[in-house]
């Protein structure tokens, strides 16, 4: 069983940063590969980035390429997707996702 938390979404202005957090309980995440995922109203859930277990390698869906960056600390069971340059579009709900295991989410609204 695997338990995923996020954490660091908010409201924020056009342009500004924001750095996400995904908490795994145990000991799936260091030999998984973990993704996020971020989902509109209404809309279904859109793949942002990848990060291999070990490797480190990453990769970006089109979404968000060039806007952020995902990591991962697997001493802590925990990885992290970076946002920059956020816009208005990018208010959704950003998941993160091991195997078939999903967090509840956490908000992200970008508004003057």
């Known amino acids: 069983q695997v338990q995923l938390v996020e954490s660091g979404g908010g409201l924020v202005h056009p342009g500004e940063s924001l750095r996400l957090s995904c908490a795994a309980s145990?000991?799936?995440?260091?030999?998984?590969?973990m993704n996020w995922y971020r989902q509109a109203p209404g809309k279904g859930r859109v793949w942002v980035a990848s990060?291999?277990?070990?490797?480190?390698?990453?990769n970006y869906g089109p979404s968000m390429k060039g806007r952020c960056t995902i990591s991962r600390d697997n001493a802590k069971n925990t990885a992290y997707l970076q946002l920059n340059s956020l816009r208005p579009e990018d208010t959704v709900v950003y998941y993160c996702n091991i195997q078939n295991y999903w967090g509840q989410g956490t908000q992200v609204t970008v508004s003057s």
């Open positions: 145990g000991s799936t995440f260091r030999t998984s590969t």
């Open positions: 990060i291999g277990s070990s490797s480190g390698i990453t």
